[in-house]
């Protein structure tokens, strides 16, 4: 495992909730970014309570989260360890109830 591969291992399994986005919770740079912290909202989480990793920051961490999940697109949201998906399925399974189960541990 590469030292970004490691790095972004020990953000998914050190956190509850890990969101690889662009910008920050306060300040998203892109609207996919925004949406996922409005669906995080809407299910009750606290934003200040959320890892977000800034991945217009580092570009080893950009290109090595979709390595690590084998998914093409950020946001990237990661629940107790365990890769979630991209903005659009967040809003799936927000829709369905999903989501709320995942997070609050009731899977």
Same mark, same amino acid.
């Given at each position: 495992?590469?030292?970004? $591969?490691?790095?972004?291992?020990?953000?998914?399994?050190?956190?509850?909730?890990?969101?690889?986005?662009?910008?920050?919770?306060?300040?998203? %740079?892109?609207?996919?970014?925004? *949406?996922?912290?409005?669906?995080?909202?809407?299910?009750?989480?606290?934003?200040?309570?959320?890892?977000?990793?800034?991945?217009?920051?580092?570009?080893?961490? *950009?290109?090595?989260?979709?390595?690590?999940?084998?998914?093409?697109?950020?946001?990237?949201?990661?629940?107790?360890?365990?890769?979630?998906?991209?903005?659009?399925? %967040?809003?799936?399974?927000?829709?369905?109830?999903?989501? $709320?189960?995942?997070?609050?541990?009731?899977?």
């Amino acid at each position: 495992m590469s030292d970004t $591969q490691q790095r972004i291992d020990e953000l998914v399994k050190g956190n509850d909730i890990t969101l690889f986005m662009k910008g920050s919770a306060s300040f998203p %740079m892109c609207g996919f970014s925004g *949406r996922a912290i409005q669906i995080l909202k809407a299910v009750g989480v606290d934003p200040k309570t959320v890892k977000t990793v800034n991945v217009l920051d580092d570009a080893e961490i *950009r290109q090595g989260i979709k390595e690590y999940s084998n998914w093409p697109t950020i946001p990237q949201l990661y629940v107790k360890g365990e890769f979630i998906g991209g903005s659009d399925i %967040m809003m799936e399974m927000y829709e369905s109830g999903e989501l $709320q189960q995942v997070i609050n541990g009731k899977a």
